[in-house]
């Protein structure tokens, strides 16, 4: 079984400066994706970052960006020059290259951005 | 604009009725899901399908049925079965190719009254 854990249940961090939220995940699969959904208070979901496995480049998406540590399992993301806008849960997500495409979640990060 | 709608945004059941989560996609998506996301737990698999006709349980399906009688909808009932049913249910959609992830609803939240 795939599990995805998020040892940080709240963070916070001034607005404009840099914050980082922790993943790690257990697989025993050699291909697989990853990504970070954030999930404001309106509560829709919404795709911040994805990672191929198989890339070793690091995915970035504007001020978002991703450290991927396949060995160790790990795939923390960071935000820069953090905006009030960010303020949210964000959710690690797994999923196999396999059939059955089914995600994993962590329990989530409760980011607050403090003006 | 492509999407999926999840109605009711709110619903209230009575102890010992079932209910129906709607769910409908306009972005011809193969595979739909459905999720229970309750606080501290993350979401939580409660039923997919690949295909019409067709679809399996996920981690936390007691309690809960579904049908998949066109690619579009993806309804789910919450049984008198569901022993703790109030929750925020999200609804998914993905085209099959694995590196796009997941299109979400907006989620429906049901409370037993």
């Known amino acids: 079984a795939q599990t995805v854990t998020q040892s940080q249940p709240e963070m916070s961090v001034q607005e404009a400066e840099t914050v980082t939220l922790s993943c790690t995940y257990d697989t025993s699969e050699n291909n697989y994706y990853l990504f970070w959904y954030k999930q404001p208070p309106s509560r829709q979901m919404i795709l911040v970052i994805r990672?191929?496995?198989?890339?070793?480049q690091n995915a970035t998406e504007n001020r978002f960006s991703v450290n991927f540590q396949k060995a160790a399992k790990s795939f923390s993301l960071k935000i820069s020059d953090s905006q009030l806008g960010d303020t949210a849960m964000y959710f690690c997500?797994?999923?196999?290259?396999?059939?059955?495409?089914?995600?994993?979640f962590g329990t989530g990060t409760s980011l607050t951005v403090i003006p | 604009d492509g999407g999926i709608t999840q109605s009711p945004k709110y619903l209230f059941r009575k102890e010992g009725q079932n209910v129906t989560l709607s769910c409908e996609q306009n972005?011809?998506?193969?595979?739909m899901y459905w999720y229970r996301q309750d606080p501290g737990q993350g979401l939580r698999l409660i039923y997919y399908?690949?295909?019409?006709?067709?679809?399996q349980k996920g981690d936390i399906a007691e309690g809960y049925s579904v049908s998949r009688e066109k690619k579009e909808s993806f309804p789910l009932t919450v049984t008198s079965a569901q022993k703790n049913p109030t929750a925020f249910y999200l609804c998914?959609?993905?085209?099959?190719?694995?590196?796009?992830?997941?299109?979400f609803g907006s989620g429906t939240r049901l409370t037993v009254v």
């Open positions: 399908s690949q295909i019409v006709n067709d679809f």
């Open positions: 990672q191929e496995a198989y890339k070793q």
């Open positions: 998914a959609s993905t085209p099959g190719q694995f590196f796009y992830g997941y299109t």
């Open positions: 972005l011809n998506h193969d595979a």
């Open positions: 997500a797994f999923m196999k290259h396999v059939s059955g495409n089914q995600f994993y």
